[in-house]
């Protein structure tokens, strides 16, 4: 305990440093958490949308990398509907809009007859049908945000949509924050008439593993110019994603590199101050491996402090970016045991590696030399 003492001592002997060294650390470590929090946040309310609207398996492209652009055939979607296996088949064409309120909002295309709709719980109002070619349903943040109820219209590009449904508050994140519209309605919008992005799948027998892969198998050998990935492997599998996922570990590395170089500023200052003091304490009997200690305590309990404060902060930062007009609806937050501990992790290493030359360099120090030093 008096030896751990000493090192919080000497961490307060320069109070503004220690602080702005803590700063650094903090800086760092939120930058990892919200980064790769937001990477992940993307992946969550993704799969969470896939899944909460029973599809098992999607399909795009091969080579597609932006999904908004891809074109499918809709003739190819009733091929598909052919295999062995598979439930219900429905293409999907998606879009993005900038309404006037600066937010993002995705908007989906589905057939009239499509097994979606059936994942729409509604708090009000019902379903596009034959009777409304132009009816839009909205989801509850939308709605909120539009300022909009059951029966109003308003525009879209070049045409004019008519509120028929607002979607249930309970629903996932991407759903509060997306509209529906009929696969006709999105396909005149954007002069895309016969064509879809994506197809979703549902399957008979879902939870036996043997007959998913063989189902995935005849998909692949009939189509192979497109690529069929199970919902709960969609994350992994996007390219737009893992993009994102690179940039923001990549980014994340930056700014870890830059709270090591902190630490290591840090240390080495308050070695090069202590000089005397560890040549007195090796006159009075201290082994290099204690005075090695006693940097490495000091080092780690900087970085862990820095790690727990900069923690908080990026997680209050995630949420907020979360909540943010733009990214509202786009991000699922999950703050999970996972990168709790990929963030302790990182933290000890850092206070482990930013310990190493400063030590090295204490630990050299000639007793009698130090004594001498001023």
């Known amino acids: 305990m008096y030896f751990v003492t000493i090192a919080a001592k000497n961490l307060f002997r320069r109070k503004l440093r220690t602080l702005f060294t803590l700063l650094g650390i903090a ?26 609207r029973d599809t098992h398996i999607f399909a795009v492209p091969r080579g597609v990398v932006d999904i908004l652009s891809a074109s499918i055939d809709e003739n190819e979607v009733v091929e598909m509907a052919e295999v062995e296996g598979i439930l219900d088949v429905s293409a999907e064409l998606l879009d993005m809009v900038d309404l006037d309120t600066g937010e993002m909002v995705i908007v989906a295309g ?18 596009p049908d034959k009777t409304t070619p132009n009816g839009i349903v909205l989801g509850n943040n939308v709605a909120s945000s539009l300022g909009l109820k059951l029966g109003e219209s308003f525009d879209i590009k ?141 080092g780690v309990t900087l970085s862990l402090s820095g790690g727990l404060l900069g923690a908080g902060i990026g997680i209050a930062g995630l949420y907020t970016i979360a909540e943010s007009p733009h990214m509202q609806g786009l991000i699922q937050p999950d703050i999970n045991i996972l990168l709790f501990c990929e963030m302790m992790a990182v933290t000890l290493f850092l206070g482990l590696a930013g310990s190493i030359y400063p030590a090295w360099r204490a630990v050299r120090l000639r007793p009698a030399k130090a004594l001498r030093h001023e």
């Not at 980064?35 to 993307?42: I, K, P």
């Not at 870890?256 to 006159?283: A, H």
């Open 158 to 298: 070049t045409m004019t949509f008519t509120v028929v449904g607002i979607s249930s508050t309970g629903a996932g994140v991407m759903r509060n924050q997306a509209m529906v519209v009929s696969l006709d309605a999105l396909q005149e919008l954007n002069n895309r008439e016969g064509q879809a992005s994506t197809i979703n799948f549902r399957l008979e027998e879902y939870t036996n593993r043997q007959k998913v892969t063989d189902i995935l198998a005849r998909l692949d050998e009939k189509f192979p110019d497109f690529i069929f990935t199970e919902s709960i492997d969609i994350a992994q599998n996007n390219k737009i994603l893992g993009l994102f996922r690179a940039m923001a570990w990549g980014t994340s590395m930056i700014a870890l590199f830059i709270g090591l170089v902190v630490i290591i500023n840090t240390l080495l200052m308050s070695v090069m101050e202590r000089t005397r003091e560890f040549g007195l304490l090796s006159s009075l009997g201290w082994s290099a491996k204690r005075i090695l200690g006693l940097i490495i305590i000091e």
């Open 27 to 52: 800086s760092a470590v939120a930058a990892f958490i919200a980064l790769v929090g937001l990477s992940r946040g993307f992946e969550n309310a993704w799969m969470h949308a896939l899944l909460e």
């Open 110 to 127: 589905w057939p009239l007859d499509s097994y979606l709709w059936g994942s729409v719980g509604l708090d009000a109002g019902m379903i």
